[in-house]
């Protein structure tokens, strides 16, 4: 994936900064529904430099996507794929604003 270039459509304010959220995720991959109500797994990887860390997020049947620290905060990932309903959720379970998985 080609990180990072910054995401794209809608900007929201997020509660956490990407670097938080990556730590948070860091050996405890994280179950939440998305905005959508879809069971999301996210989990840490990085992009296809191998150095650019990278937020993935995994349905129960396929990939939605992942964000890098440009695009974190978009509604779309810096490939333009639909990532803000994941993005959103994760960052109000991590903050404690969304508690049920």
Request: charged residues 25%.
């Amino acid at each position: 994936m080609a990180h990072p270039f910054g995401g794209s459509g809608n900007q929201f304010k997020t509660i956490n900064s990407f670097e938080k959220a990556y730590k948070h995720i860091v050996g405890n991959n994280i179950e939440f529904n998305s905005t959508t109500k879809e069971k999301i797994v996210a989990y840490c990887g990085t992009a296809i430099d191998g150095i650019t860390k990278t937020i993935i997020f995994m349905g129960e049947r396929t990939m939605h996507g992942n964000v890098c620290e440009k695009c974190w905060g978009y509604r779309k990932n810096c490939n333009k794929t639909r990532i803000g309903h994941c993005v959103e959720a994760l960052d109000k379970y991590i903050s404690g604003e969304i508690k049920d998985k």
